[in-house]
């Protein structure tokens, strides 16, 4: 089993930033790939970064490429989700996942694809005001 815990959320203005951080414990030999995704109201859960933690190798939809920034502290067991230049559009839901995906996965999904993964945290809320 993989805990997962995130932190970091809040309100802030357009144009503003906040680091979230997702804390991992457990058994994690079975995972090789961390994602935050996010979720506003009536909406689909969408995935804004991933990572394969073993390569780096990191990948973001276009809505946030260039503005998030996923990253890992494999010493302190932690993943962080830097957002910058933040929409009221980013305001949502958002939640560390981890979850074991092969190549072709990766190279179909990019660790985008919520189903892809098996452990979820339990979300940390980001409001985005105008």
């Known amino acids: 089993q993989v805990q997962l815990v995130e932190s970091g959320g809040g309100s802030v203005q357009a144009g503003g930033s906040l680091r979230l951080s997702c804390a991992v414990s457990?058994?994690?030999?079975?995972?090789?790939?961390m994602g935050w995704f996010r979720q506003a109201p009536g909406k689909e859960r969408e995935g804004v970064a991933s990572i394969r933690t073993k390569t780096g190798s990191t990948s973001y939809p276009d809505s946030v490429k260039g503005r998030f920034t996923i990253s890992q502290d494999n010493a302190k067991n932690l993943v962080y989700l830097q957002l910058n230049s933040l929409k009221p559009e980013d305001t949502a839901m958002y939640y560390c996942?981890?979850?074991?995906?092969?190549?072709?996965?990766?190279?179909?999904?990019?660790?985008?694809?919520?189903?892809?993964?098996?452990?979820w945290g339990q979300g940390t809320q980001v409001t985005v005001s105008s």
């Open positions: 996942a981890a979850g074991a995906l092969g190549l072709s996965n990766w190279i179909r999904s990019k660790g985008l694809r919520a189903s892809d993964f098996g452990y």
């Open positions: 457990g058994y994690t030999a079975d995972t090789n790939c």
